[in-house]
Structure formats: structure tokens, C-alpha cells
């Protein structure tokens, strides 16, 4: 039975399709779908007897997801997307932004204002709540540089907190929200960056300059150098309009520097960069096609052939069929090269 009921602006449906909630477009099906419209609703939500002691997924765009099964709980969407921002005395601006608002939305408010420092996070599918997840980060730079605090709701303790930075846990591609102690216990409601004054630009990652060269920039602000890594993105990555994938599929491995050195010796073109002290990562784009897999397709699911990161929905691939794929991906790579890829979505 399908049913739906309105309280307030919170809009609760049971048993609704998840297909438009999810950028791989495959098909899935949760048992209760709200979407609140201001953060003050969430305790009514969860006060709600239909909803208590359900499992919840929250969703933003959909664009870091693998759905393989229905949900059996509540998938929650967050539509609050207030932004707004103060200026310190010493040029230092802070920026407050809820859940709701769209990630690359936020870039090109903050750069229309002048705010220096997210214009290499462009184009960054997804929204804000999203963001701290998985510590989002693109062309040399990672969200955690310019996070304040992370405003939730403690689904432990039933309020809402304020998570200063330190206690995020934030590491490559990875947060304390990751972890098996914390997964789903906050929701994330707003974000609060620290961007500081006299940011130098970031122009170092491989093909920026020649981007900027090719807009026949010599002198780039900040808001050239987010056209010129947004025309990258649009080049090399399928757009999930098109093509149904959520982005890069796998991390890039970080090894112990001695293997990634051994593997280097035999293997010259493999890329890799410094990743702390005896640790390197390597390029896992690199090893998944040297394993002969970009390109790789099994029915409707596989791997573009743009991009080897990127799985990709052909059309009707489910997303147990592209899981397989992801299988067969990170174990053609390990009897290769001896390295275990670990996927980037979460897989649900
Ligand atoms: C074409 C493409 C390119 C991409 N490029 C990049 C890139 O360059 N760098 C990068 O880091 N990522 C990239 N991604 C991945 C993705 O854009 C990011 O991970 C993004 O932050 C996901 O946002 P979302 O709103 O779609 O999150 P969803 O996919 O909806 O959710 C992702 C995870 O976050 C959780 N979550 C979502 N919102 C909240 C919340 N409010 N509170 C608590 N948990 C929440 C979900 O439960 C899930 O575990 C790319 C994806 C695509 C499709």
C-alpha cells in the first residue's frame, strides 16, 4: 500500500522508489522517504512512532551511492540550503552552509564573493552534507583544509551538536562518519568553513596549467582556474545525465613505500605520490587499465571506457550486476599487481 502524509513542510511517503535518488540510476525501493525543508524539523521527524527504530540512509544527490537492495528503513533528504558568511578583521571569511545546498552551488557563491580557496573542489557533484563524509577532494586539495566545525543531529543522543574538525577524523577520501563506530549516528545538517585571507592558487595538479593555457589565461584568478578544472572535469568524466556512474569507483591505494618502490621498478609508468612518511599512493586508475579492464563491460554494467575509475549503468544494470563488476575489477587488479582496491561509494 502506498501512502502519503504532510506534516509541517516535512514531506513523509512510504514505500518510494529510490531510481531518481541515486546518479547510477539503478532501481531500488525504500520502506519510508522523508525530505525535510529546515533543519528545526528533525526532531519531529524522529519523534514520529512510525519511524522510531529504523534503520536511516541520508541521501543527497545520490552521487557516492551503490544501491544493491531495497531499504528496509527511513531514507531521509535534507532540502535546507541556507548559506551565508562573515569577513574577519584579518580578511579570514567564514562560511556557514546547511545540508541541503549543492555543493557546487556553494563553490561559485563563495567565488562570486570574492572568497578564495574552494575554486579546485568545482564541480564536484553531490551537496554540503555529503561533503565531510567522505572528506571530498579534487585537483590537489580536500575539504578538511577549510573545515571549521560539522553541525549534526546525534542520533545517540537525540540533538544537535557541533563537531570542531579535529574530533572529524578526516583523512584521504575518509571521516570519522565513515567508521564503523559512527556510521550513521550524525546528520550532518550544516558545514562551517574557516577560509583564510591570501590563499595562494593552487595551479600544480597535472593538466591545470595547460587548461589555463588553453583559455589563454597567463594570470588566473581564482574564478578561471574553477572554468578551466571544470572544463577538465567535463572532458574526462562521464556525465551522470548521460551515463549512470558515481564518479571515481575506487581510491587510489596508499602502500607501504617499499612495495609501492618495488612495483615502480618493474612498472616505470606507474604514477604515485608521497602519502605521509613510508607510505605512497598509487594510481589506481593506472592499474586498473594495465589490467586490461577499462573498457571492461558485462551486460549493462561496466567500466567506462573514459575513465577507468568509473563504473558505468550501460542502461537497465542493477546495482548487484555493477557490484560484480567492482568484483571482478579489484580482483583482476590484485592477481596483477598484488594490491587490494578498496571502492570509494558507499555500497548499500
Ligand atoms: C561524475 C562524478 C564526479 C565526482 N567527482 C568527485 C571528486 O572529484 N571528488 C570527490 O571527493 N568526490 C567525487 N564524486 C563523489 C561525490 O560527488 C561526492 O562523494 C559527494 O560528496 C556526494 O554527495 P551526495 O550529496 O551525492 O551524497 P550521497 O551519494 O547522497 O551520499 C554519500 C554518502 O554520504 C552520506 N550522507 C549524505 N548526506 C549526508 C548527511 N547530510 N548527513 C550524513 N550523511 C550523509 C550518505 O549516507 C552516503 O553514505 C563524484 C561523483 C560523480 C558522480
Given amino acids: 500500500m502506498r501512502r502519503s502524509a504532510r506534516d509541517t513542510t516535512m514531506q513523509i511517503t512510504e514505500d518510494a522508489p529510490l531510481d531518481r535518488l541515486n546518479t547510477f540510476g539503478v532501481p531500488a525501493r525504500t520502506r519510508w522517504l522523508a525530505r525535510i525543508e529546515a533543519l528545526g524539523e528533525l526532531p519531529a521527524l524522529f519523534a514520529d512512532p512510525r519511524l522510531a527504530d529504523l534503520p ?8 557516492n551511492v551503490l544501491m544493491t537492495r531495497d531499504w528496509p528503513g527511513l531514507v531521509l533528504t535534507i532540502a535546507a540550503d541556507a548559506v551565508s558568511s562573515t569577513r574577519a578583521a584579518d580578511g579570514s571569511h567564514r562560511v556557514r552552509a546547511e545540508a541541503g545546498l549543492g555543493w557546487h552551488a556553494l563553490v561559485e557563491w563563495t567565488l562570486a564573493r570574492g572568497i578564495i580557496g574552494l575554486e579546485n573542489l568545482v564541480a ?5 552534507g555529503a561533503a565531510p563524509i567522505q572528506n571530498i577532494g579534487a585537483y590537489g586539495v580536500e575539504l578538511d583544509e577549510f573545515v571549521e566545525s560539522v553541525e549534526a543531529w546525534d542520533r545517540r543522543g537525540g540533538g544537535f551538536v557541533a563537531i570542531p574538525r579535529e574530533a572529524c577524523g578526516f583523512a584521504y577520501r575518509d571521516s570519522r562518519f565513515k567508521s564503523e563506530a559512527d556510521r550513521d549516528r ?4 550544516a558545514l562551517n568553513l574557516h577560509i583564510p585571507p591570501g590563499r595562494s592558487l593552487r595551479l600544480d595538479y597535472p593538466g591545470v596549467r595547460e587548461a589555463l593555457d588553453a583559455l589563454g589565461i597567463e594570470t588566473p584568478t581564482a574564478a578561471d582556474v574553477a572554468r578551466a578544472i571544470a572544463a577538465i572535469r567535463r572532458r574526462k568524466l562521464p556525465d551522470p545525465r548521460e551515463i549512470g556512474n558515481a564518479g571515481s569507483f575506487f581510491k587510489n591505494p596508499v602502500v607501504p613505500s617499499a612495495q609501492a618502490d618495488a612495483l615502480r621498478a618493474r612498472h616505470p609508468a606507474l604514477p604515485s605520490w608521497p602519502a605521509g612518511p613510508g607510505r605512497t599512493k598509487l594510481s589506481a586508475a593506472w ?14 554494467a561496466g567500466v567506462s571506457d573514459r575513465h577507468a575509475l568509473v563504473l558505468v549503468n550501460h542502461g537497465r544494470a542493477t546495482g548487484t550486476e555493477l557490484r560484480r563488476v567492482a568484483e571482478r575489477v579489484i580482483t583482476t587488479v590484485r592477481e596483477r599487481f598484488g594490491i587490494a582496491l578498496e571502492p570509494e561509494p558507499r555500497i548499500v
Fill in 56 to 63: 536511516v540512509l541520508v541521501l543527497g544527490d545520490g552521487s
Fill in 124 to 128: 564536484i557533484p553531490g551537496r554540503v
Fill in 186 to 189: 550524525f546528520i550532518v545538517t
Fill in 287 to 300: 592499474l586498473i587499465e594495465a589490467s586490461g579492464m577499462k573498457g571492461h563491460r558485462d551486460g549493462d
